[in-house]
């Protein structure tokens, strides 16, 4: 049982540049998140998905997109990478009506 | 709407003293609440969680908390601190009201002296 798997661990990137970061959760779980956490700020929301089909905005969305590919997978997308967006982001995933969310490992991107 | 906030960004002991890391919540509704560690250049594990059961929590490696309605605190303690314990620490806290989405504390990390 993997739980939630995050691609790539490490990722550099020059400003500007795209990338999407892949989660995948094998737990049937309906609600999907996205983290970034930086030094004295925990975790920040950037975006939620609570059901397949659907995608809101948490506290930290500028600069990112979405998307809710199917039940299990949720991505990340960078258009234009900054430095502002070095970071490592977090995926977590949480079944209806259980509070208990479950982490993937982590994606440490640097953008230079 | 729901919010945490860890009383201290950092927290030093010495190596077999007790541990007393300090989390306060606000929540509309009836809230759980979680402890996470996070040790260096690691994911999070999840410690402990509260979810409206029994008040007093036992975790993992000796660590327990106390949900404290009238306070809206939930402290995480330990008797006696190991070097292993140093890490980041993270305070969570997820309501009905809220969608069950979970919100961090900035996090409180724990210096452990030999």
């Known amino acids: 049982n993997a739980g939630v798997t995050q691609t790539p661990k490490f990722q550099v990137l020059k400003t500007g540049q795209s990338m999407t970061l892949q989660c995948a959760q094998d737990m049937n779980h309906n609600s999907m998140y996205w983290y970034r956490q930086d030094p004295g700020m925990g975790l920040r929301l950037i975006y939620y998905s609570a059901s397949e089909g659907t995608t809101d905005k948490g506290e930290v969305p500028n600069g990112y997109n979405v998307s809710r590919l199917n039940k299990r997978e949720f991505s990340l997308r960078l258009e234009s990478a900054a430095p502002s967006q070095t970071s490592v982001y977090f995926c977590a995933s949480r079944t209806t009506g259980i509070p208990e969310a479950f982490f993937g490992q982590g994606t440490r991107l640097t953008v230079v | 709407a729901q919010s945490v906030t860890q009383l201290d960004s950092h927290v030093s002991v010495s190596e077999g003293t007790p541990v007393l890391l300090r989390c306060n919540y606000s929540s509309s509704y009836s809230p759980s609440l979680f402890w996470y560690v996070q040790h260096p250049n690691k994911g999070l594990q999840l410690l402990l969680k509260?979810?409206?059961?029994?008040?007093l929590v036992k975790g993992i490696n000796g660590f327990e908390a106390e949900f404290k309605k009238s306070e809206t605190s939930f402290h995480l303690t330990k008797p006696s601190a190991h070097m292993s314990d140093a890490a980041e620490y993270f305070c969570v806290v997820s309501e009905a009201g809220g969608s069950y989405i979970p919100t961090f504390g900035r996090g409180t990390s724990l210096i452990v002296h030999p």
């Open positions: 509260y979810t409206s059961a029994a008040t």
